[in-house]
Every structure is written in structure tokens, then in C-alpha cells.
């Protein structure tokens, strides 16, 4: 089912959302119809206000609060107020936001209220030593608040590798190779929440072999829309990979990091950016996110939510080796079950996880009124061999040459015999019972000569974009 926009009577995007005074308050961008023509250096992106939205409850009413910050009532900035971000502390509202200042660069302000929906009173001059875009505000249990930012090609992050603005690294737009790629930046903000009292540093996203993520990994370092939320003592930063399109997060033991990679969020949406937000809201996660459905323009996006799962990843990395290693899956349709049948794991978790599966194309679902009954597709074998880092040569059981048999038992999809209160698969949970191939490490190697039921090419979802412009990727800021 297709999930609504936030709001339809204005273009929204870059949702940052979050609880304040018992609702959940959204602060996002508010994109404009403009006669400016899509260009590298993203002037399409021209927004002038911000707006402020809240609701009591997912799915309820939305009020739009208004215009909360004018553009011309900053005084230093000169056009484009990009991605925002709130925070709360001792009282006071603040919002920050980028904008670029009379030179063309883009810095960060910071505007103070009394109240979540603003209006909000803006500094006359933007944070000191800010740059780049796209700030996300974290206050931490012990009250220490951090401003994460950054945003390479039209966010000029890589114009700010020295220390200083150099204009003529717009044209290079970001390192390639083996290289380390441009990385987040993160401070840590002072009590009045007005300016940094760190030095800015760089925040460092390893891969799983500990070293920097690569320039060249398109697929997983960072481009920009950064988001920080804490989860069981576990500090999450998430953000958007960019010209890749997916949305994507790393796990650390302190918000300074370092952090080490982990997985996609969100798959590509329709339109080039992505940017979104992660927030818990009556004992339910969210997550806040934008796509160009509502206008088919790049620059025209709207706001959209949806509740999410956080499953630890050795929870999922249980599911997902089970599910390649049997090719099939059954769950009972019961999402209090302590422990799945088969899996060390919470049903819900098992369920959940292949409900994503399923969404994304990588799993097949059935059911009767008793249980879920997941098919590994063509497309999910190669996702998950990709995600376990496994070899070509092994394959499911129900991939090999002589499979035998995995159909549901007997009156279990409403067939002859009716619903019967019995274990699926004949009481052996996919597994036991005659030879099932060679084994390394759990799964079964492909049996010379057997054809494997690979299918089309892997990936994830390939939607068909409008345009080729994000942030920008050309031209200098005019001197």
C-alpha cells in the first residue's frame, strides 16, 4: 500500500522530527515552485521559509504552525534555507538551519523560541567556524548537545578539506580511489546552544575491516543529511549516500565516534535526494523521510513516515542465515511469541525482518490464518549471499539439484483437510531427514552441474529517476 504524504497543501522535505511537550513535532524544509532551471550547482533548491508541523499521533490530523523563519529576516544569509534541525535545552527552542551568506557560502545559524512551533529569533550572524550544510542537533542523556553537518558537491564539504573555503574544489567535487572519502563533521555545542566549544572534527565511519570507508564506495560512505539517535546505550548516525540514492546507518559507543558501518535503511525512493529522520514516538520508532511522488519534480518533494523495527544485527544475521540457508521460512502469525520455532530470536523480530524482505522484492509471502510462509526469490538470494558475504557456489536447499519438496503441510494455506494446529514442515522445522548436499559452515555447496535458479541480476530497488541533479555538483559560488 502506498504510503501518503505528510502534508499535500505545501512541497516538504528533509524531515527532522521530534517529541516535544508530549506531540511530535516536524521541522522540515519547504521546497517552492521556481522558474530556476535544474543546474549543478543546485539553485533549483531555492526555499525561503521554513515551516513547522505537529501531531498527536502518527497517521492523525497534521497542523501546519506557519512560517516560523523568513530568509529575509536572517541577517546575514542571501538565499537558499536548506535541511533544518531543532533541538530543546534549559527552556529554549532553538532550530538550526544552512544558508548561504552574502559570499555564496553556506554556513549554519541558529534561531532561538519560546515554543516548538517558533516563531524562532535568528542570531545575526551564523555559528562561528560553521560551514557546509544540512546541521542535526543531539542532546545527550547527560545533557552535552552536539551539532553533526555536511554535505559534499552543492554542500561544499569538499571545499573545506584545509581548514578554509576553497572555491576551486567545487570543481573536483570529491576524492576518488582507495582514498579515504570526505567524512561528517560533528562539534560539541555550549550550554546557550549559540556556539561550538570543540574544535570541529571529522567523524570517522569504518568499514567492517576497521579502516576508513573508501572514497570510491558510493554505495556506503557518507554524502550527506546526517541524523543521531541513541538506542539501548548504542549511538546510531545515519545518513544519505547521495548519488547512490540509499539511506544508510553506523553504530559507535560515543557520539564523537568512531563509527563502524552496518547497513541500508531505505532502499532508493523516487527523485534524486534523500534525507530523513529517526525518532520514538508512544513507545513506537519512526522513521521521516521524502520522495518527489507528489510532484515528479526534484525540487518539488514531500514528507512521508513510517514506523519502523529496530532489530539488533545479530538478530537479523540469525534470520537472514536461516532463511538462505533453508531457502524458506515459517513464522506463526503471533507477534507476543517469545522465541520463533526455528530461530533464537523474537517471532516479531523474524516476522518483521521478512516483511522488508518482502517489500523490497526479495521474498515471497503466503499465509493462513495461523501462519506467514516466506520463499527466498531469485532477487533475495543474491541480496542475502551479498549481505553474509558468502561465495558463489552456495546455495539454499531449495536451490539444489533433487530439491526436494518445500510446499506447506497439509491444509496449512486453507486447502483440503482444513487449518490444522500442527508444526510446519511435519514437526522438523526445515531441517533433519536424508542428505541435503555438502555443508561448509552451515550451508550447501551447488552440486556440479546443477543449475542454480539464480534469476535476473541482483540489486536493490532501481527505481527510474527525474533528472540527474542533488545538492549540485558544478560551478563555484559567485566572488
Known amino acids: 500500500m502506498a504510503i501518503e504524504p505528510l502534508v499535500k497543501h505545501l512541497f516538504t522535505a528533509d524531515p527532522s522530527a521530534h517529541v516535544f511537550e508530549g506531540k511530535l513535532f516536524v521541522y522540515p524544509s519547504h521546497d517552492r515552485k521556481t522558474d530556476i532551471k535544474d543546474n549543478d550547482n543546485g539553485d533549483q533548491y531555492d526555499m525561503i521559509d521554513y515551516h513547522v508541523f505537529s501531531m498527536e499521533s502518527v497517521g492523525g490530523p497534521v497542523t501546519d504552525h506557519g512560517v516560523a523563519l523568513k530568509a529575509e529576516n536572517i541577517p546575514w544569509a542571501s538565499k537558499q534555507l536548506w535541511a533544518p534541525d ?5 527552556g529554549k527552542y532553538y532550530l538550526y538551519f544552512p544558508a548561504r551568506d552574502k559570499d555564496g557560502v553556506f554556513r549554519i545559524g541558529v534561531a532561538e523560541s519560546d515554543a516548538p512551533q517558533g516563531p524562532f529569533e535568528p542570531e545575526s550572524e551564523p555559528i562561528a567556524g560553521s560551514y557546509s550544510i544540512d546541521p542535526a542537533s543531539f542532546v545527550d542523556d547527560d545533557g552535552q548537545a552536539y551539532l553533526y553537518f555536511g554535505g559534499i558537491w552543492g554542500g561544499q564539504l569538499q571545499c573545506w578539506t584545509t581548514g578554509k573555503f576553497d ?4 570543481t573536483n567535487m570529491e576524492a576518488t580511489g582507495s582514498v579515504p572519502a570526505l567524512l561528517p563533521r560533528v562539534a560539541m555545542l555550549s550550554e546557550d546552544m549559540r556556539s561550538f566549544t570543540s574544535d570541529i572534527t571529522e567523524l570517522a565511519i569504518n568499514g567492517a575491516d576497521g579502516l576508513l570507508l573508501p572514497a570510491d564506495d558510493h554505495d556506503h560512505r557518507f554524502f550527506e543529511a546526517a541524523w543521531m539517535h541513541k538506542y539501548k546505550g548504542k549511538y546510531y548516525f545515519s545518513y544519505s549516500t547521495g548519488d547512490t540514492h540509499f539511506l544508510v546507518y553506523a553504530t559507535g559507543d560515543s557520539p564523537l565516534g568512531p563509527f563502524t558501518y552496518q547497513g541500508k535503511i531505505l532502499d532508493p525512493v523516487e527523485g534524486w535526494t534523500t534525507h530523513h529522520s529517526i525518532v520514538e514516538f508512544k513507545g513506537k520508532w519512526y522513521l521521516f523521510y521524502h520522495d518527489t511522488s507528489l510532484s515528479g519534480e526534484n525540487h518539488l518533494r514531500c514528507v512521508k513516515v513510517r514506523e ?10 540469525k534470520i537472514h ?3 538462505f540457508r533453508e531457502g524458506v521460512l515459517v513464522a506463526k502469525k503471533d507477534y507476543n511469541l517469545p522465541k520463533h520455532n526455528d530461530i533464537d530470536t523474537k517471532n516479531l523480530f523474524v516476522v518483521k525482518a521478512c516483511q522488508s524482505l518482502t517489500s523490497r522484492g526479495y521474498v515471497k509471502t503466503q499465509f493462513s490464518w495461523q501462519y506467514y510462509y516466506y520463499t527466498l526469490t531469485p532477487e533475495g538470494l543474491d541480496y542475502l549471499r551479498e549481505w ?9 536447499a531449495t536451490h539444489i539439484k533433487q530439491q526436494r519438496s518445500h ?3 497439509r491444509g496449512m494455506m486453507g486447502g483440503e483437510g482444513g487449518e490444522r494446529e500442527r508444526k510446519p514442515f511435519g514437526g522438523r522445522g526445515g531441517r533433519g531427514g536424508g542428505e541435503r548436499g555438502d555443508r561448509e559452515g552451515g550451508y550447501r555447496r551447488r552440486e556440479p552441474g546443477a543449475e542454480g535458479k539464480e534469476g535476473a541480476p541482483s540489486g536493490e530497488f532501481a527505481p527510474q529517476f527525474r533528472g540527474g541533479f542533488g545538492r549540485g555538483r558544478g560551478a563555484a559560488p559567485p566572488s
Open 321 to 323: 542465515e536461516y532463511l
Open 407 to 409: 510446499a506447506p503441510p
Open 388 to 396: 553474509l558475504h558468502l561465495p558463489a557456489e552456495i546455495v539454499p
Open 167 to 170: 572555491g576551486s574544489a567545487y
Open 86 to 90: 531543532a533541538a530543546f535545552k534549559n
Open 308 to 317: 519502523i523495527l529496530l532489530i539488533p544485527k545479530a538478530d537479523r544475521k
